[in-house]
């Protein structure tokens, strides 16, 4: 294995233990797992209080800023900024604090003149990415309207981002993974509280939702103050473009951000296509997207965010075989958990959107609708988990063009598929595409990373993804017997749904676990050992 020689002592223990990423991953995932059951009920909440068109332009107005925040902050900015910032504590704190504060004004500079850009070129995004609402008049001029109310919480994001970075550097990962909880919790108030007093100043009720947006950024912010504080982190921005670790931080945003910039076609694309396909496809696509982030957010993103500076601590000590070995068992723990969760949205598919949105403005077409969409989006999330797992470990050695290559030829999969899939299926066929594309960019990435390092023990990994597959499927038959006796199509307004939906979910978890422990999948044990450590 090629790895970079290690530049001296290394102050940054990388950390002990088969059950270390694990515990780590644990503390993220229980605080994404609020932040998505509170995400859920926001959706919730917005599937009942605001019809199919509104809350189409909403989310495509919401999208163009999260496009723009995944560009810039959450993805190539924090990408690029863990391995230089671990580099910069190895000399001394101080040299870390200046690159903090000169690496937030340069974002703050940058991300500033993006707002005020999509703020004045609203209109022209909006129709780059919903072409198809041009025709409806009203419902483009909200989602310009939209789009131009949420643009400032981009600023926002990017502070927290930053924050995000420098406190799961320093080993602190609970406050960055408790900001989405902020976000979503202010969101549900703001428009519970605030809908009803939009409409009497003349606005449309969903402009509280734009509303709760931009405070939530503010609320992510202010969370992380105290925990930076506490460090001795909290820095002010200094304009010092000049300074090298700035620079380098650039050098490095540069292909990732051509690589997350492909990633963005595709949702853009998605968007255009969708909105050509009538109302409803918008947010059918949504609000199933929505589901799948729920277990993609609480395994994938958690295992990645406590891998990611392990990984780039291996790199700076030399250590090309543990480097190799948290990376496969990251892996190998990701697909555990994302496997079965994603044969079960594709399996309980239906009473899920029926408990979760049928009520008020959402009717049983919409979950009908919703529920296919799911389907594909499903299919494709073992490579989406796997994408997610394998980048970091590209940026951690340095390697910055193989991502950036697969990312394209995740573009052309899911381009080529769209083009196919969507006539005879409609928006379902446009989430089927996203699963081709990242089957097809997890594929190539996977082998660009062998053909880089070595062998990784993936023979392994495949018998444990069987042993995976087997306990998925005997957990999935008894969730599906389950549910048979409930009766979906009134939706939310039966209460026995719920109990049924409860019960079919928890005989699912349950036939998992028995299952994956008679298999012996070694991924289980690792996650009793994170659960006793960490109640001890």
């Given at each position: 294995?090629?790895l970079?020689?290690?530049?001296?002592?290394?102050?940054?223990?990388?950390?002990?233990?088969?059950?270390?990423?694990?515990?780590?991953?644990?503390?993220?995932?229980l605080?994404?797992?609020?932040?998505?059951?509170?995400?859920?009920?926001r959706?919730?909440?917005?599937?009942?209080?605001?019809?199919?068109?509104?809350?189409?332009?909403?989310?495509?107005?919401?999208t163009?800023?999260?496009?723009?925040?995944?560009?810039?902050?959450?993805?190539?900015?924090?990408?690029?900024?863990?391995?230089?910032?671990?580099?910069?504590?190895?000399?001394?704190?101080?040299?870390?604090?200046?690159?903090?504060?000169?690496?937030?004004?340069?974002?703050?500079?940058?991300?500033?003149?993006?707002?005020?850009?999509?703020?004045?070129?609203?209109?022209?995004i909006?129709?780059?990415?919903?072409?198809?609402?041009?025709?409806?008049?009203?419902?483009?001029?909200?989602?310009?309207?939209?789009?131009?109310a949420?643009?400032?919480?981009?600023?926002?994001?990017?502070?927290a981002?930053?924050?995000?970075?420098?406190?799961?550097t320093?080993g602190h990962?609970?406050?960055?993974?408790?900001?989405?909880?902020a976000?979503?919790?202010?969101?549900?108030?703001?428009?519970?509280?605030?809908s009803?007093a939009?409409?009497?100043?003349?606005?449309?009720?969903?402009?509280?939702?734009?509303?709760?947006?931009?405070?939530?950024?503010?609320?992510?912010?202010?969370?992380?103050?105290?925990?930076?504080?506490?460090?001795?982190?909290?820095?002010?921005?200094r304009?010092?473009?000049?300074?090298?670790?700035?620079?380098?931080?650039?050098?490095?945003?540069?292909?990732?951000?051509?690589?997350?910039?492909?990633?963005?076609v595709?949702?853009?694309?998605?968007?255009?296509?969708?909105?050509?396909?009538?109302?409803?496809?918008?947010?059918?696509?949504?609000?199933?997207?929505?589901?799948?982030?729920?277990?993609?957010?609480?395994?994938?993103?958690?295992?990645?965010?406590?891998?990611?500076?392990?990984?780039?601590?291996?790199?700076?000590?030399?250590?090309?075989?543990?480097f190799?070995?948290?990376?496969?068992?990251?892996?190998a723990?990701?697909?555990?958990?994302v496997i079965?969760?994603?044969?079960?949205?594709?399996?309980?598919?239906?009473?899920?959107?029926?408990?979760?949105?049928?009520?008020?403005?959402?009717?049983?077409?919409?979950?009908?609708?919703t529920?296919?969409a799911?389907?594909?989006?499903?299919?494709?999330?073992?490579?989406?988990?796997?994408?997610?797992?394998?980048?970091?470990?590209?940026y951690?050695?340095?390697?910055?063009r193989?991502?950036?290559?697969?990312?394209?030829?995740?573009?052309?999969?899911?381009?080529?598929?769209?083009?196919v899939?969507?006539?005879?299926?409609?928006?379902?066929?446009?989430?089927?595409?996203?699963a081709?594309?990242?089957?097809a960019?997890?594929?190539?990435?996977?082998?660009?990373?062998?053909?880089?390092?070595?062998?990784?023990?993936?023979?392994?990994?495949?018998?444990?993804?069987?042993?995976?597959?087997?306990?998925?499927a005997?957990?999935?038959?008894?969730?599906?017997?389950v549910?048979?006796?409930?009766?979906?199509?009134?939706?939310?307004?039966?209460?026995r749904?719920?109990?049924?939906?409860?019960?079919?979910?928890?005989?699912?978890?349950?036939?998992?676990?028995?299952?994956?422990?008679?298999?012996?999948?070694?991924?289980?044990?690792?996650?009793?050992e994170?659960?006793?450590?960490?109640?001890?």
């Open positions: 294995m090629s970079p020689a290690p530049p001296g002592d290394v102050k940054v223990s990388a950390g002990s233990g088969r059950a270390h990423v694990a515990r780590k991953a644990g503390v993220v995932a605080f994404t797992l609020a932040s998505r059951v509170l995400g859920l009920v959706d919730s909440v917005t599937a009942a209080l605001f019809p199919r068109g509104a809350t189409d332009a909403f989310f495509v107005a919401f163009i800023p999260n496009v723009f925040r995944y560009l810039l902050a959450e993805g190539s900015l924090v990408i690029a900024f863990i391995p230089v910032f671990t580099e910069y504590r190895k000399r001394s704190e101080e040299e870390a604090r200046r690159l903090a504060a000169a690496t937030l004004g340069a974002a703050l500079v940058v991300v500033g003149l993006v707002c005020l850009a999509g703020i004045a070129l609203a209109p022209w909006v129709r780059l990415f919903a072409e198809g609402f041009v025709a409806d008049r009203e419902r483009f001029a909200l989602t310009v309207w939209l789009t131009r949420m643009f400032p919480y981009l600023l926002f994001v990017a502070v981002a930053l924050a995000m970075g420098v406190l799961n320093l990962f609970s406050t960055p993974a408790a900001s989405p909880v976000l979503n919790a202010v969101i549900i108030a703001t428009v519970l509280c605030a009803t939009m409409a009497a100043l003349g606005l449309p009720p969903v402009t509280s939702l734009a509303a709760g947006v931009v405070l939530g950024g503010v609320a992510q912010v202010l969370l992380s103050l105290v925990p930076l504080a506490r460090r001795g982190y909290l820095v002010w921005p304009l010092e473009l000049a300074h090298p670790g700035v620079r380098r931080i650039g050098r490095l945003m540069a292909p990732a951000l051509f690589g997350l910039i492909v990633y963005q595709n949702i853009l694309l998605a968007r255009r296509f969708a909105s050509f396909l009538g109302e409803g496809a918008v947010s059918s696509l949504y609000y199933a997207q929505r589901l799948v982030e729920l277990p993609m957010g609480l395994f994938a993103f958690s295992v990645a965010t406590a891998t990611t500076p392990e990984l780039a601590v291996h790199v700076a000590e030399g250590q090309g075989e543990r190799k070995e948290t990376f496969r068992e990251s892996l723990l990701t697909l555990f958990m079965p969760a994603s044969a079960a949205l594709a399996t309980l598919g239906v009473p899920i959107c029926a408990v979760l949105f049928q009520r008020g403005r959402f009717d049983w077409s919409a979950t009908r609708d529920s296919a799911l389907v594909g989006f499903a299919a494709g999330m073992w490579a989406a988990a796997g994408v997610r797992a394998t980048v970091p470990a590209f951690a050695i340095g390697e910055t193989a991502p950036v290559r697969m990312a394209l030829v995740g573009l052309v999969a899911y381009v080529a598929s769209a083009l899939l969507r006539g005879p299926l409609g928006a379902p066929g446009l989430a089927f595409a996203v081709i594309a990242s089957a960019q997890f594929a190539g990435l996977a082998a660009a990373l062998r053909r880089r390092l070595g062998r990784l023990g993936m023979r392994a990994l495949a018998r444990s993804v069987a042993r995976v597959l087997a306990a998925s005997v957990a999935c038959a008894g969730a599906w017997a549910s048979l006796a409930g009766r979906w199509e009134p939706g939310g307004a039966l209460a749904n719920y109990v049924v939906l409860a019960a079919a979910v928890a005989a699912g978890v349950a036939l998992y676990v028995a299952a994956a422990s008679a298999l012996g999948c070694p991924e289980l044990a690792r996650v009793r994170a659960l006793r450590r960490r109640s001890g």
